[in-house]
């Protein structure tokens, strides 16, 4: 009588365990599902035949034709010559500026020009009071007029003087010869040897009159010269033909040497003036061709007229000047410019804007693809801006450039590339 319940008692243990921890297998073979093994096997067939379909499509990858391949679009670009440019920023300059400036002192008493007249060069911009100057000038003409008229006296008492040394000397030749003879006393002849003596010193008292005299004259004409210049000073005149770009001195105000009478600025021709920086410097010479854009988008043209030996200390650059014409005075002192100055011609690609890109460091370039389909990064010099696109250095002689996906690829990854043909 006891087995009978310990089978019980083990059957109820046996299905609480299928139940607890078996229950899912349970289930499963319930509602004739497979089981965890039936599941495992299936799982490792799905496996193997995933691992045949890849090595079927890779076999079948090179027949494709890349369909897998990222898909870009390239231009085969060849390189022509151009006429570079070194681009800088500038200003234009007066070719000549001048202020006009007083040499003396003086009441001003004409009559002021007004700002922007156009002057001729001689052309009287102030007048100075004359004052007292007149008087000096008719003095020194005096002085001179009265030194002139010693000259005849002093040159008459160098003769007369020249004359009586003459004759001493002739008196003293004949003493000396009668007293050798016997025929004159020592006392003779040492009063005719005193009479050559006084007669050598009125010659050089009369030289020196005449000397005098001359020096006299010298003295006056430079009195009167001075006096001249000075009347000469009170009329202030534009040194070359220009226009005023300040109001000259007013009527009765006093002007003092060194005073303001005006300024005078020269137009035509214009300078226009930029620095060149030294990696550039060497693209400039004089009497190239340049070009000039003003602010109000005025274009003009010229040469180069003159390139700085002499760097700038401070900036490290050299100054260069393109002088332009300016017969209408369109153009004006200090107005920026944004100038051109062309260069040696250089091989260069015609490439869209939009070609451009960055590589990882930050290079400025673009992505070309080889024969093999394997795209690569080579970095490009700005050359020259066009309407419908850039001009580009540093890329072989023939490249095939990507135009459309170069932001998609990277260096050495193989693309689909599909050319676009571009007009020539």
Known sequence: ??????????????????????????????????????????????????????AKQGASAPASGGNDLIRVVAIQSTARTIDSTVVLRGETEADRQVEV????????????????????????????????????????????????ARVPSTEAAMIEAEARLEEARINDNAA????????????????????VRAAEAAVQSATSGFESTQAGIESATALVAAAEREIKKLSIVAPFDGLLESKTAELGSLMQQGSLCGTVIRLDPMRIVGFVPETEIMQVEEGALAGARLTTGHDVSGQVTFVSRSADPQTRTFRVEITVPNSDLALRDGQTAEILISADGAPAHFLPQSSLTLNDE???????????????????????????????????????????????????????????????
């Open 101 to 148: 400036r007083a040499e003396t002192s003086g009441l001003v008493v004409s009559d002021p020009l007004p700002r922007g007249a156009h002057v001729k060069a001689g052309e009287e911009l102030c007048r100075l009071d004359v004052g007292t100057r007149m008087a000096v000038l008719a003095e020194a003409r005096a002085r001179l007029s009265e030194a002139q």
């Open 362 to 424: 930050g290079t400025l370039g673009v992505r070309l693809v080889d024969d093999s389909n394997t795209v690569s990064f080579n970095p490009v010099e700005l050359l020259r801006d066009g309407q419908d696109g850039i001009w580009v250095g540093g890329l072989p002689d023939k490249a095939n450039v990507i135009i459309v996906g170069q932001e998609f690829v990277v260096a050495g990854v193989k693309v689909n590339p599909s050319f676009q043909e571009r007009n020539p």
């Open 176 to 195: 000396r010869k009668l007293s050798e003879g016997g025929f004159a006393s020592s006392t003779r002849v040492a009063s005719a040897a005193a009479a």
């Open 1 to 54: 009588m006891r087995l009978i319940p310990f089978l019980i008692a083990l059957l109820v243990a046996a299905f609480l365990y299928m139940f607890v921890v078996e229950r899912d297998r349970l289930l499963a073979f319930a509602r004739g599902a497979p089981t965890t093994e039936q599941l495992d096997a299936q799982e490792a067939q799905d496996a193997a035949e995933t691992e045949q379909d890849d």
